[in-house]
């Protein structure tokens, strides 16, 4: 494959060792070819790397295996149990490889594993997903003139900055790239 259809949630091949790309950013110097510098974690648990590809170089992909899992419960120490929703098996998946995938999953939410010869590799997530808040600060009286957010946790354990308005109990969009408030959530 080219260099320029790295994206994120692809597998490649780098010296015997296979990495999910992570992240990616294409960047164009004002003096100079455009290169794209990718961030890439280790299947094996090894880390994180980062790499700079130019546009005309070629890497050697690996194929994954897409299946719709379901997350039925944390381990309590960053890990999960999910459930293949086409046969049923479970899967155990260590906090190495869910990173902070957690903080924005509810018990019995539906999401994408990546596999890779039958074992797990990485999870997708949506680009924003609905939380519960726990626990904030109550409204002050004329805080809303300003625009200043206070700090809020979530059912998932998620810790963010949310406007003065929102209160306990209330449902809100957050992005799962950074965490930060979207919107408020209808009924």
Do not use: W
Request: glycine share 10%.
């Amino acid at each position: 494959m080219k260099a320029n259809e790295i994206k994120p949630g692809v597998a490649i091949n780098l010296s015997g060792k296979l990495y999910v790309v992570v992240k990616t950013d294409h960047v164009k110097p004002g003096k100079g070819p455009a290169y794209i510098q990718a961030k890439m974690r280790a299947v094996d648990g090894a880390g994180m790397k980062e790499q700079r590809f130019n546009s005309s170089d070629t890497v050697e992909g690996a194929t994954l295996d897409r299946r719709e899992m379901e997350f039925l419960f944390g381990d309590g120490a960053g890990g999960g149990t999910f459930m293949d929703l086409s046969d049923y098996d479970q899967v155990e998946v260590g906090p190495d490889l869910l990173g902070d995938a957690l903080l924005y999953m509810a018990p019995n939410t539906s999401c994408t594993m990546l596999f890779h010869e039958e074992k797990p590799v990485t999870i997708e997530l949506p680009a924003s997903v609905e939380v519960t808040i726990t626990d904030t600060t109550p409204v002050v009286k004329g805080a809303t003139a300003t625009n200043q957010l206070k700090e809020a946790e979530c059912d998932t354990g998620l810790k963010t900055r949310v406007p003065p308005f929102i209160e306990i109990g209330e449902k809100i969009k957050v992005s799962t790239e950074d965490g930060s408030y979207i919107s408020r959530v209808k009924d």
